[in-house]
């Protein structure tokens, strides 16, 4: 059973920072792609940022390239982080690390690609 573990939410004044962490615990895990997905109230689930196997490929969405920075902290993929800078109230949400063990090319923005989820960690942003 692989369990992910979101860490590292919370409030922030808008412009300020924050950092997300996602650690997969479990059987032997190596997942082909990490990814962050936000969900904000009545909204639809949405994309954040992924992240390769190799940490070589990087994906994110418009409206968080050059503000959020993802990274994996060791060679597996299993330890990912989410560093989140020049917060915006529209950013606030609930966020998610997936993780799935499948090729996922052209899918990484696809809620649907991924079988693992965390629980979630709030990020609230104040204007």
């Known amino acids: 059973q692989v369990q992910l573990v979101e860490s590292g939410g919370g409030s922030v004044q808008s412009g300020g920072s924050l950092r997300l962490s996602c650690a997969a615990s479990g059987r032997a895990f190596s997942p082909y792609t990490m990814a962050w997905f936000r969900q904000a109230p009545e909204k639809e689930r949405e994309f954040v940022s992924a992240?390769?196997?190799?940490?070589?490929?990087?994906?994110y969405s418009p409206s968080v390239r050059g503000r959020f920075t993802i990274a994996s902290a060791d060679t597996k993929n299993t330890v990912i982080s989410l560093q989140m800078n020049r917060l915006k109230s529209d950013d606030t949400a609930v966020y998610y690390c997936a993780g799935t063990l499948a090729w996922t090319k052209g899918k990484e923005r696809e809620a649907t690609t991924y079988d693992y989820w965390g629980q979630g960690t709030q990020v609230t942003v104040s204007s």
């Open positions: 992240i390769s196997n190799d940490g070589r490929t990087v994906y």
